[in-house]
């Protein structure tokens, strides 16, 4: 083995030993960011990085395995040649750059994120546009690749002085020895795949521990696999029909009742007086944390529009987003359904007709309009807007929509464009668009919906020049610029001759950060919602616990609709107070907020409780009190999986 070690595997060698090294201090860096929110102990500072060690290895030996097979096939006369020097310095250049990409790119993804690569990766993976026009306006590119080439440079330099090509160009080895070499690389790395999953990474409570100790282009192609999660096989579960009856117990307001016998139906009739049917504009702001609204203790005075607009409408005080992406936002105010394992319902397949929002809306007459400042290919939102029977209104790069139906898509031309960025035209934009598409309904005769989907607070955080006093580039200023925008849209459509008769819902995504040491931070999910312009409704707060997917069953209670519902949206103000609970999910740990106690399951079939305090969590043992939690917490996320897989979300609705 002497032999192999100072010869022809030198360079082979050699390389491991770096990437080893540059990922200890990427490790090293990455846990100085976040030291603050980790217990420091020697015993778990040794056990985070010695487990990162083997996924490193495990990673090293996979960029380099194309060599492996190179060394391998290369004849015993070629070596030393100029062909097998140019083809050995071409492989250590590809090789190095992914391997440096990668790092530099774990930097700003582990301060957004404080993750390894995970699901948000695979997605920015497959929308490349947005994501390079994104990085091109974030950071400065030239200056990014000129170091990346550098640092190549660099590790080449160190190598040619170390004498590791000499002696791997001048040292000969026969293919017998070759051969065996290759076995035995080939053995170790498959080993390795087969023992090693990001699941073993998981032995602290503490998220940042879990996420220091995985490698991130490991993590990358585990996300890629299991982009979906079937529940049945990674969740633990009760019996069925003990399942729907707890999901239906709960889920029964003071004014339904239920329309079938049938263990796994949901549908129910709601029943009220006095229904009114005015346009309504739902309004989806991308990453609007309450924290930063004065109601919630803000003191930068980030969003004076909002904050006036909450203190003269109706507020939710207890509100909370089912997750971390706009699609999760997207499927929770539409679908109205816990945000299942895996990737959100918006993004998967076999979605057409599903009931939804939409099913309710069309019972009533309304024309449905999606609105999106960006293209709408992004995240599938196109395809899922259009299935539901919603035209649509979007920045087209040439993306069609993905099945023929009978909805329209509208580009928002150039000419109406005043500024734009990778993740498409400013607020203000999408605001004018939005009076656009009203004056046009209005003509229709029938009452419109709206569903606006910003993106101004989004890095890279530029908007038009001249709108406030705050600098571009930061999340600071993008809040203020957007709350400038929609408090100018509201401003504009007052103007407007249906804006008497028109209902407006102000709502985030999602957070602007869920980070945190926990893996689900409940405070990291508490959003704001405003209703505005509804007829007889003066100032009130609701303090009452609301999930995001409870937010448009109430707003439909507010305007008195009798309707068919068969969504796991409830109405807060007609609901029992017992029976408030708010979902949050994490694509593969999911939990229920429910009387002060939050219920946590994952794909581990684990299920943890904590007792929340003053916007602290205790970590809990189950007794009897806590064990109907439990079965509910997993009532809900097991009926909302099972429904889609089976196709029981189809419209079963007569719609006109």
């Known amino acids: 083995m002497k032999s192999i070690f100072n010869n022809r595997y030198y360079l082979f060698y050699s390389f491991i030993l770096s990437y080893l090294f540059l990922s200890f201090i990427l490790r090293i860096y990455l846990y100085l960011i976040v030291c603050n929110e980790i217990n420091f102990s020697f015993l778990l500072i040794i056990r985070t990085f010695l ?25 015993k006369k070629l070596i030393g040649t100029f062909l097998d020097k140019l083809l050995t310095y071409l492989i250590l250049v590809i090789v190095l750059f992914i391997t440096l990409f990668a790092f530099f790119s774990e930097i700003p993804f582990w301060i957004e994120f404080s993750n390894r690569f995970n699901f948000i990766a695979v997605d920015y993976l497959i929308y490349t546009y947005e994501v390079i026009e994104n990085i091109n306006e974030s950071y400065p590119i030239p200056i990014i690749f000129i170091t990346l080439f550098f640092c190549i440079g660099l590790i080449i330099f160190i190598y040619h002085k170390s004498k590791i090509f000499f002696k791997t160009f001048n040292k000969k080895i026969n293919f017998k020895n070759r051969l065996l070499n290759f076995l035995l690389f080939l053995i170790i790395t498959t080993l390795g795949l087969l ?228 993740w498409g035209v400013c607020d203000e934009d999408i605001y004018n668009q939005a009076i656009k598409c009203a004056n046009n309904n209005i003509s229709s005769k029938k009452p419109f919906f709206q569903f606006i989907m910003t993106t101004s607070n989004h890095k890279p955080y530029t908007f038009p020049e001249n709108k406030i006093k705050l600098t571009q580039g930061n999340r600071e200023s993008a809040v203020n610029y957007t709350d400038f925008a929609l408090g100018n849209f509201i401003k504009k459509a007052s103007k407007e001759n249906w804006f008497s008769n028109t209902v407006f819902i102000i709502i985030a995504d999602h957070c602007a950060s869920s980070a945190g040491k926990w893996e689900i931070n ?135």
């Open 195 to 422: 023992a090693l999953n990001n699941k073993q990474a998981e032995f602290s409570k503490n998220n940042y521990v879990n996420e220091l100790s995985k490698n991130g282009v490991f993590s990358f192609f585990t996300a890629y696999r299991s982009n979906e999660l079937d529940f049945d096989l990674f969740y633990a579960k009760i019996n069925e029909k003990l399942a729907y009856n707890l999901v239906k117990k709960n889920l029964k307001d003071n004014n339904q009742i239920y329309t079938s016998n049938k263990i796994n139906s949901i549908e129910r009739k709601v029943v009220s007086n006095n229904e009114i049917r005015p346009n309504i504009i739902l309004i989806c702001v991308e990453s609007l944390s309450a924290n930063y609204l004065k109601e919630f203790g803000n003191t930068q005075n980030l969003t004076p529009k909002l904050d006036s607009l909450a203190s003269k409408n109706i507020l939710f005080t207890n509100l909370y987003a089912t997750g971390t992406r706009t699609v999760r936002g997207i499927e929770a105010l539409t679908l109205c359904v816990p945000p299942t394992p895996g990737n959100s319902i918006v993004r998967r397949q076999n979605i057409e007709n599903l009931y939804s929002i939409s099913s309710i809306l069309k019972t009533k007459n309304y024309s449905l309009n999606f609105i999106y400042g960006g293209d709408g290919y992004f995240d599938n939102m196109n395809a899922f807007f259009s299935k539901q029977g919603f035209d649509i209104t979007d920045r087209d790069r040439g993306n069609p929509l993905l099945e023929e139906n009978k909805t329209t898509r509208h580009n928002i031309e150039t000419k109406d464009v005043t500024f734009e960025n990778a």
């Open 51 to 75: 487990l990162g060690l083997l996924y490193d290895l495990e990673v090293a030996l996979l960029l380099m395995i194309f060599y492996q097979f190179y060394l391998l096939i290369t004849p």
């Open 522 to 656: 409940i405070e990291k999910h508490h959003i704001p919602a405003i209703v505005i312009n509804l007829p007889n409704n003066h100032f009130s707060k609701i303090n009452e616990l609301t999930s995001q997917i409870d937010i448009m069953p109430t707003v439909f209670g507010m305007l008195n609709w009798s309707y068919s519902s068969s969504l796991l949206g409830k109405d807060v103000l007609k609901s029992d107070k017992d029976n408030l609970r708010a979902f949050i999910g994490n694509y593969r740990t999911l939990g229920m907020l429910k009387n002060n106690y939050f219920t946590q399951i994952n794909d581990r079939k684990q299920i943890t409780q904590y007792k929340i305090i003053n916007n602290k969590r205790e970590e809990i043992s189950m007794n009897n009190t806590q064990d109907s939690l439990k079965n509910l917490t997993i009532s809900y996320y097991q009926i909302a999986s099972h429904r889609f897989k089976n196709g029981l979300m189809k419209n079963s609705v007569n719609i006109n």
